[in-house]
């Protein structure tokens, strides 16, 4: 009959394994927000310049990232202040824009599902 290994634990193991999950959280956060800049769509850059990592999470610092990664239905966008909508390149004002909607791109999913080794933790 073969013998069976056993694996004592010595006291206060937990806080010796510690440093090795936060670094390997550190570097799984940073290959993950590494990805979501890669997968972003960019116009001005600015929504891609915003993807960091703070404290091992992957944050997004623009209000419209939403918009962007979960996109938007068709709909009228009408003048809040003023009578009419006015921007630089616009012919003319107008009273409303029928915006067609966004298209989804979820760079943030895209990127949290990439599949992806362990990094060497030592």
Known sequence: MAQQARIVMEPGWEKDLQP???RTENRLAHAVAA????YVGVRTGRLRSTIRVQDN???VGT???RYHHDGTR???????NKKALYWPGARHPVARVHHP????NP??????YQRRTLPDVT
């Not at 909607?101 to 989804?104: D, I, Q, S």
């Not at 760079?107 to 949290?112: G, I, N, Q, S, Y």
């Open 63 to 65: 209000r419209y990232w």
């Open 57 to 59: 999470r992957v944050t």
């Open 107 to 112: 760079f943030l999913r895209k990127a949290l």
């Open 35 to 38: 990805d979501a800049r890669r």
């Open 74 to 80: 068709p709909h009228t966008i009408l003048p809040r």
């Open 20 to 22: 090795h999950i936060d």
């Open 101 to 104: 909607g966004t298209k989804a």
